[in-house]
């Protein structure tokens, strides 16, 4: 079992940039892609990006793509989800999630239960 646990969140201006840290321990962290996911109140979970085990791919939500990036160190067993241009609509509060399989990865993976380990959350809040 993997522990995730997100830093960065907290509150800026339209158009602003936050950069969230989803910090692993437990299993093997390096061998395992990673998702974010979002969760606005009132709202499903939204699905926001993932990486594979290795960092060379990644893959978006439309709602996000050219805005974020998620990165990960495998050094420091973090993952990165850098937010760029961010609107009122990115208010949420902001999951990492490990993949349940080693060594896979899918860029169809988009839902909560295609990802097995959840971190707590950290709240963004995007203000006008």
């Known amino acids: 079992q993997v522990q995730l646990v997100e830093s960065g969140g907290g509150l800026v201006q339209t158009g602003g940039s936050l950069r969230l840290s989803c910090a692993a321990s437990?299993?093997?962290?390096?061998?395992?892609?990673m998702g974010w996911f979002r969760q606005a109140p009132g709202k499903e979970r939204e699905f926001v990006g993932s990486i594979n085990w290795s960092g060379g791919s990644t893959y978006y939500a439309d709602s996000v793509k050219d805005r974020f990036t998620i990165s990960r160190d495998v050094a420091k067993n973090t993952v990165y989800l850098q937010m760029n241009s961010l609107k009122s609509e990115d208010t949420a509060v902001y999951y990492c999630?490990?993949?349940?399989?080693?060594?896979?990865?899918?860029?169809?993976?988009?839902?909560?239960?295609?990802?097995?380990?959840w971190g707590q959350g950290t709240q963004v809040t995007v203000s006008s």
């Open positions: 999630a490990a993949a349940t399989t080693p060594w896979v990865w899918r860029s169809s993976w988009n839902t909560p239960a295609d990802f097995g380990s």
């Open positions: 437990g299993r093997t962290f390096s061998s395992y892609a």
